[in-house]
């Protein structure tokens, strides 16, 4: 569980990151922004699979999943 809480941290920095570092950098740098997006989705990915880990189904109530 820690490992995911680590995960959503780097997440929003990800995320605040590729929103605020290339307007600081100028807007040559649009390499950088995708760099940034690309290793924030990657984390998100990361985030999503562990949680399909968690994730169980009943399967003596399969109708009620249909």
């Not at 570092?21 to 940034?36: F, K, Q, R, T, Y």
Request: no cysteine; proline share 2%; aromatic share 8%.
């Amino acid at each position: 569980m820690r490992k995911i809480g680590l995960f959503s941290v780097l997440l929003l920095l990800g995320l605040a990151g590729s929103q605020l570092l290339p307007s600081l950098l100028g807007a040559s740098h649009a390499a950088v922004a995708e760099v940034v997006t690309f290793l924030a989705m990657a984390g998100l990915s990361f985030i999503m699979i562990h949680v399909g880990y968690e994730f169980e189904l009943e399967t003596k109530r399969l109708r009620a999943h249909g």
